[in-house]
């Protein structure tokens, strides 16, 4: 079992581009998480996806958007980058709620907008 | 709205010294609270968990009490290694939204 798994690993935008992050769960996982992570914080909640749906949402702006597909596996995406958005993102699965579900976390992608 | 508050680092420790690493957090309701850890170059991972008042999660030699008088979840270890060198996340979970809220992490360095 390869764990969750992200790609890519590291990235580097300028400001205003756009950017597609991407996040395949643990086998047997049907929840997926996302999480901005920034320098010397710790991560902050993005959105959740379940179904194929966007279940719950963070206090993040409609740049960040997301995608879940019928095997499960997800994407992240952010319009008009800006500075502030050079993080770790960092990608989540759980069987079911997290709350109730250990979830896994995977390695993280390293983003910078320069 | 739901918040995690954390005791700051970073905490270096000798060897078999015991550990405690502060954790309060705000909610509006009754969430779970939870440890992470991340070891160097690895990614997060669950360290343990409490779903209710007074429960007490343990693992690995870590534990932790659900203390819903003080809104604490300290962890403890009675004598580190040189292993627990880590960055440990306090974190709550609100059992309604399901959406996880962070502490910012308390980097603990075990000296040999």
């Known amino acids: 079992d390869a764990g969750v798994t992200q790609s890519p690993t590291h990235l580097i935008k300028t400001r205003g581009q756009q950017v597609t992050l991407r996040c395949s769960p643990k086998?047997?996982?049907?929840?997926v998480s996302w999480y901005q992570q920034a320098l010397g914080q710790g991560p902050q909640f993005i959105f959740q996806?379940?179904?194929?749906?966007?279940?719950q949402r963070g206090n993040f702006p409609d740049r960040f958007s997301g995608h879940q597909f019928p095997n499960y596996s997800s994407e992240l995406n952010v319009n008009a980058l800006l500075l502030g958005d050079s993080a770790l993102y960092l990608c989540?699965?759980?069987?079911?709620?997290?709350?109730?579900?250990?979830?896994?976390f995977g390695p993280g992608t390293r983003l910078t907008v320069l | 709205g739901d918040s995690v508050t954390q005791m700051e680092g970073p905490v270096t420790l000798s060897e078999e010294a015991f550990l405690t690493i502060n954790c309060t957090y705000t909610?509006?309701?009754?969430?779970?609270l939870f440890w992470y850890v991340q070891y160097p170059g690895e990614g997060l991972q669950l360290l343990l968990k409490a779903t209710k008042a007074d429960d007490k999660g343990s693992n690995k030699g870590f534990e932790a009490t659900y203390r819903k008088e003080t809104t604490s979840f300290h962890l403890e270890k009675g004598s580190v290694q040189v292993s627990d060198s880590a960055v440990y996340f306090c974190a709550l979970s609100d059992l309604i939204s399901n959406q996880f809220y962070f502490g910012t992490g308390t980097s603990l360095t075990v000296i040999p």
């Open positions: 989540a699965s759980s069987l079911g709620p997290p709350s109730y579900n250990e979830q896994f």
């Open positions: 996806y379940y179904e194929e749906e966007e279940r």
């Open positions: 909610a509006t309701g009754y969430p779970s």
């Open positions: 086998s047997g996982h049907d929840t």
